[in-house]
């Protein structure tokens, strides 16, 4: 949680500086910090695994790997696959909407993991931005992968490539 936390502050920062430009420049500044954020997310797989997570009989083992595990890890893909084409607008507006569903969602798991209940307000918090975030996160992610296709497009052999797959995700997504 402190991790996006961090790069929400920092985009919050530039976006208050530098408008929407600073969006450009999003991906070079952060890059390293939110791909390092997203690898360890990977664990909840093992945590899963393992048994750790408490249950919360609303919420299934696969929507949570979907949401927490899965859906990011196409968006990284594509970012490998498309490399320097990455540090493109479209990954600002990426990266602010997981920092705003991540930092008050990475919290109340946390707590809750500990077999803490969280505050009322952490929860509220927690499913009340998911009404603003989530159409936000759908729009910014389906126009990263928008800006990528054409790169996708071109690194494909004559066989494969990997835009079909992109866009899928995002239409499953929608």
Known sequence: GLGWLYV?????????????????????DLGSVVSTLQAIVLLDVVHAGCGLWPDE???????RLWCKVGHR??????????G????????GPLILTWAMADVSRYQLYFLRSIGRNPPKWL???RY??????????????????????PHLAASGTHWFSYAPVAIGFQMYEW
Request: overall charge negative.
């Open 128 to 149: 009340s931005d998911f009404l603003v975030q989530y159409p936000l996160n759908v729009l910014a992610e389906a126009y990263f992968i928008f800006c990528a296709v």
């Open 73 to 82: 890890t196409e968006i990284f893909i594509t970012i490998w696959i498309i």
């Open 8 to 28: 929400l502050l920092f985009m919050s920062l530039r976006l208050i500086s530098q408008g929407v430009e600073s969006f450009a420049a999003a991906w070079g």
């Open 57 to 63: 009989v609303a919420v299934g083992l696969l929507q």
């Open 123 to 125: 929860a509220w918090l």
């Open 84 to 91: 320097e084409h990455a540090q493109n607008w479209s990954a």
